[in-house]
């Protein structure tokens, strides 16, 4: 099994410019979550879907965020327009079911000059 | 609503000693106690969950953690560390209504020869 794949695994770009960060969930898996860890806020979880339909997008931190999963392979999350208080690793992890085990992707490191 | 508070958030640790990472949860309902690693870039990694049954779970990598519900904590723990154990080690928690993973602020180990 791949894992969940993230892309691209480095991303710099510069305020106001738009980010779109792409998730694949493990094949199978029908919940996925989004994550962004930061030293001053530890890990905190942005967005979550359950068979592609967003369930709980409490803690996508403003309207410049949003998520998107089309289908069962497939997610993204963007920013537009990035700010530097975006910068931190963003990570994607899938599960089987919303009670069971997430797989953590690679992460994407997000730098915003 | 739940939390976790991880009581370390540094332990160097000599090789081959045993090490104890701390955690204490709070919830007014059941929970799922889980303990991830994450080596330096990369993504975290279930090392032992804990869901039902025996209060005592045995991980990956010579881990295991003690359940103790009248102290509400879930504390990590190895016999003997290898050099390779160095890492951060995150407790979670989910509770049984929406499974959303809260963290802790996470334990770094450095495991010194």
């Known amino acids: 099994d791949a894992g969940v794949i993230q892309s691209p695994r480095h991303e710099v770009t510069e305020m106001g410019q738009e980010v779109t960060l792409r998730c694949k969930p493990i094949?199978?898996?029908?919940?996925l979550f989004w994550y962004r860890q930061t030293m001053m806020r530890g890990l905190e979880l942005l967005i979550y879907?359950?068979?592609?339909?967003?369930?709980?997008d409490s803690g996508m931190p403003e309207d410049r965020f949003s998520a998107k999963m089309p289908n069962a392979s497939f997610s993204t999350l963007k920013i537009q327009p990035s700010e530097p208080r975006d910068s931190a690793v963003y990570f994607c992890?899938?599960?089987?079911?919303?009670?069971?085990?997430?797989?953590f992707g690679p992460g994407t490191r997000l730098t915003v000059l | 609503a739940q939390s976790v508070t991880q009581l370390d958030s540094q332990v160097p640790v000599f090789e081959e000693a045993p090490v104890e990472l701390r955690c204490n949860y709070s919830s007014s309902v059941s929970v799922y106690l889980f303990w991830y690693v994450q080596y330096p870039n990369q993504g975290l990694q279930l090392l032992l969950k804990?869901?039902?049954?025996?209060?005592l779970v045995k991980g990956i990598n010579g881990f295991e953690a003690e359940f103790n519900k009248s102290q509400t904590s879930f504390h990590l723990r190895k016999p003997s560390v290898h050099i390779s154990d160095t890492a951060e080690y995150f407790c979670a928690v989910s509770d049984l209504v929406d499974y959303k993973l809260s963290f802790g602020a996470g334990t770094t180990v450095t495991v010194r020869a």
């Open positions: 094949s199978g898996h029908n919940s």
């Open positions: 804990y869901l039902s049954g025996s209060t």
């Open positions: 879907f359950n068979n592609n339909v967003p369930i709980d």
């Open positions: 992890a899938s599960s089987s079911s919303s009670a069971d085990t997430q797989y």
